[in-house]
C-alpha cells in the first residue's frame, strides 16, 4: 500500500537532509566544521600535469647478468666445472669451459628443472638463452626472462613512484601502467611541475663508500664526482651500506652549525654493519653516493652506534626535503626518462567544467519541461526527486571525497536518463492500472509494485556494467563508472522513498478524484 509510517518518513527526511548538508560544501563554496569533504576534481577540471615515464631497463639488465655471473661461477664451481674468461658484453654474459664438460652445462641450462635457469615450470619457457658460439658459450634473457624483468621493473618503479607523489601531498594522483616499460602520471591541480619532474628524474640510489686513492683496492675504484661540480674524487667500489637499510630520513637543522642537514636512521643489520665500518676506519673519508655522485665525503672522527646519522652538502630547507623524501621512499630500479609532457591549464579546466554543466542543464531542462506536461502534478514531484536525486549523488560524492571528471559529469547525466526513465515505467503502468481500477491507492500501489521488477533489471544490469567499467577501464571512464554506479542507487532511493511518499500524500488527499494521471 501506498502507506509511509512517521518513523520512515523521519527517516527519509533526515537522509535527504544529511547529504544536501554534505554536498552544500561544493554547492555553496564553503567549509564546513562538521565534514570537511569536498569532491575533487580531475586533471581535465582542475587542470594540472600529464607525465608520461619510460623506464630504463638497461642498468636492469645489466645487474641481473651481473648478479648471474656470479651464480653460475658459484653454481659450477659446486660441480667441479671451471669457468673461464666469465664477462659481460652487449647483455650478453660469456665464458668457457673445458670441452669434456660443454655437454654438462648445456644439461644444466637447458634442464626443466635448473636451478641455474628457472621459470620453466611456470612459464614453460627459461629465463635465459644458452648459446656455443666459436667454442664459447653467450648467455642472454629469453623472451619470457626479459617480460618477467620488465614487468618485476615496472610494478617496483610504479610503487616507489606512488610513495613519492603521496609524500609531497598531491591531490588524488593517478598513476597507471602503460604497456611493460612506461608509467603514466597526471597530477590535478599541480602547482610546481618542475619539482615533482626533477623528484621522479632521480633514480635515489643510495650507497656509502669509503674514498680511496688506492688503485690496489681489491674491490677497485671509480672517479666521482661531486653532486655541485666543485671536484672529484676516487672512491672504493665496496658499498659498505645502500639506501635498502634506511628505515627513516628527514631534513633537521643542525644546532651547531646552523646548517641544512638530512638526518637518517638504519635498520638492525645496518646499524650494525655501520657502526663496525666506522670503528675500524677513524680518519678516513666516507662518500655519501647518490645516482653516482658525491653529496658529501665526512672524515670518521669517532664509531657511529646507534644506526643514526646526519648527511650534509650545503643542503637548503626545500632540497633537504626531497632527498629526505627520495630516501625514504626507495630507490628506483630504473631510471625514469620523461618523453611525453603535457600540463593542462586551469581555464582549460574550467572551460571543460562550464561545457559539461551547460550540456547538463539544457538536457536537465529538456526532461523537466517534458515530464511536467507529460504528467502535470506527478511531473512536478517527479522534478522535484530528480534535483533531491542530483543534490544526493552530490553529496555521495563529496562524502568519499571522489573524483570528478568530464566523463563523470556525463555519467551524472546518464543517472538523470536512468531517474526520468525509471519514473516513465511507474506512471505508464499506474495508467493501465486506472483503466480496470477505480480505486485511485490501489491502482498507484498496484503501479509502483508490477513496475518493480523492469526498474531494477534495467539498473541492475546497468551497474554491472560500471563495476566492470571501474575494475576494467582506467583514469576518465573510472570517473564515469563511479558516478554512474553511485547514481543508480540514489536514483533507486530517490523513486521508491522520496517520489513514492509524495505521490503517496498527494493521493491519499485526492483518493476520490477522477483522472489523477
Do not use: W
Not at 602503460?178 to 619532474?197: C, T
Not at 658529501?296 to 650534509?312: E, K
Not at 570517473?479 to 530517490?494: M, N, Q, R
Amino acid at each position: 500500500m501506498l502507506y509511509f509510517s512517521k518513523l520512515r518518513i523521519i527517516f527519509v527526511s533526515i537522509f535527504c537532509l544529511f547529504f544536501i548538508f554534505v554536498a552544500s560544501n561544493n554547492l555553496l563554496h564553503q567549509d564546513s566544521r562538521f565534514i570537511d569533504k569536498k569532491i575533487n576534481l580531475g586533471l581535465d577540471l582542475q587542470g594540472g600535469s600529464y607525465l608520461l615515464l619510460e623506464i630504463d631497463n638497461a642498468p636492469v639488465i645489466e645487474q641481473k647478468l651481473q648478479n648471474t655471473s656470479t651464480l653460475i661461477r658459484s653454481f659450477f664451481k659446486e660441480k667441479n666445472i671451471r669457468i673461464a674468461n666469465l664477462n659481460l658484453t652487449n647483455d650478453k654474459l660469456s665464458f668457457s669451459v673445458e670441452d669434456n664438460f660443454k655437454q654438462q652445462v648445456i644439461d644444466e641450462f637447458k634442464s626443466q628443472n635448473s636451478d641455474i635457469n628457472p621459470y620453466y615450470p611456470v612459464f614453460k619457457s627459461h629465463q635465459f638463452n644458452l648459446e656455443e658460439v666459436g667454442g664459447v658459450f653467450e648467455v642472454s634473457f629469453s623472451n619470457q626472462g626479459l617480460v618477467e624483468l620488465k614487468t618485476s621493473s615496472q610494478d617496483q618503479a610504479l610503487e616507489i613512484v606512488r610513495r613519492r607523489i603521496d609524500e609531497i601531498g598531491t591531490n588524488e594522483p593517478n598513476i597507471l601502467k602503460r604497456g611493460n616499460d612506461r608509467v603514466l602520471v597526471e597530477l590535478p591541480g599541480l602547482d610546481d611541475p618542475m619539482r615533482i619532474k626533477s623528484l621522479l628524474g632521480k633514480t635515489a640510489n643510495l650507497t656509502f663508500r669509503f674514498v680511496s686513492n688506492d688503485n690496489q683496492d681489491s674491490f677497485g675504484v671509480e672517479k666521482l664526482e661531486y653532486e655541485d661540480g666543485s671536484s672529484e674524487d676516487f672512491v672504493s667500489k665496496r658499498i659498505i651500506l645502500s639506501g635498502e637499510n634506511l628505515l627513516d630520513a628527514q631534513p633537521r637543522m643542525n644546532n651547531q652549525t646552523n646548517e641544512t642537514v638530512v638526518s637518517f636512521t638504519l635498520d638492525r643489520v645496518g646499524a650494525k654493519r655501520f657502526g663496525k665500518a666506522t670503528s675500524s676506519n677513524i680518519g678516513r673519508q666516507l662518500a655519501i653516493v647518490l645516482d653516482g655522485k658525491i653529496i658529501s665525503a665526512p672524515v670518521i672522527r669517532d664509531t657511529i652506534a646507534g644506526g643514526n646519522g646526519q648527511i650534509s652538502g650545503g643542503f637548503t630547507f626545500q632540497s633537504a626535503t626531497d632527498l629526505a623524501l627520495l630516501l625514504r621512499s626507495g630507490a628506483l630500479p630504473a631510471p625514469l626518462n620523461i618523453i611525453e609532457e603535457r600540463t593542462v591549464g586551469p581555464d582549460l579546466g574550467q572551460d571543460s567544467i562550464n561545457a559539461g554543466m551547460i550540456a547538463l542543464l539544457i538536457g536537465f531542462l529538456l526532461v523537466i519541461i517534458y515530464i511536467f506536461f507529460k504528467y502535470k502534478v506527478f511531473g512536478f514531484i517527479t522534478n522535484f526527486t530528480l534535483i533531491v536525486n542530483l543534490i544526493i549523488l552530490l553529496g555521495v560524492l563529496t562524502l568519499f571525497e571522489a573524483t570528478l571528471t568530464l566523463p563523470g559529469i556525463a555519467g551524472i547525466i546518464l543517472t538523470v536518463g536512468m531517474a526520468v526513465d525509471a519514473n516513465v515505467l511507474i506512471f505508464e503502468r499506474i495508467k493501465e492500472e486506472l483503466k480496470n481500477e477505480k480505486n485511485n491507492i490501489i491502482a498507484f500501489d498496484s503501479g509502483y509494485t508490477k513496475s518493480r521488477t523492469a526498474i531494477l533489471d534495467a539498473n541492475i544490469t546497468t551497474l554491472l556494467a560500471a563495476i566492470i567499467l571501474f575494475f576494467m577501464g582506467s583514469g576518465p571512464i573510472k570517473g564515469f563508472s563511479v558516478t554512474l554506479g553511485v547514481g543508480i542507487f540514489t536514483t533507486l532511493f530517490s523513486v521508491y522513498f522520496i517520489a513514492r511518499l509524495l505521490t503517496a500524500i498527494y493521493v491519499s488527499k485526492n483518493k476520490d478524484k477522477e483522472a489523477l494521471i
